[in-house]
């Protein structure tokens, strides 16, 4: 499987400036190359929560720098830049050295 398309972690975290106005900064994480693939045939996924979720893609990371959990926001971009998207974390599943995600 050949590793084109890149996976980013999405961390937000809010504080206060010097004046005690909200602010809330968010940062991308390089978590690795990864492999995006359409849920072309409309499966299902069951959360944590027992209800099922219709996912969009499925990424395979091989050796993740971190590794994602359900509900945490990622950006994935595809190699020849067709997909350039945000998404939420629906589930995952660590399979020895590979990390996969429903999105």
Do not use: Q
């Amino acid at each position: 499987m050949r590793l084109d398309d890149k996976l980013y972690l999405i961390s937000t975290s809010s504080g206060y400036d010097e004046d005690m106005n909200p602010i809330e900064t968010t940062a991308e994480t390089f978590i690795g190359k990864c492999k995006i693939l359409p849920n072309e045939r409309a499966a299902k996924t069951r959360g944590n929560d027992g209800l099922e979720y219709i996912y969009s893609f499925v990424i395979f990371v091989k050796n993740p720098l971190a590794i994602i959990h359900e509900g945490e926001k990622v950006r994935f971009v595809k190699n020849d830049g067709t997909i350039d998207k945000t998404m939420t974390v629906s589930g995952f599943v660590t399979l020895r050295k590979w990390e996969k995600l429903w999105v």
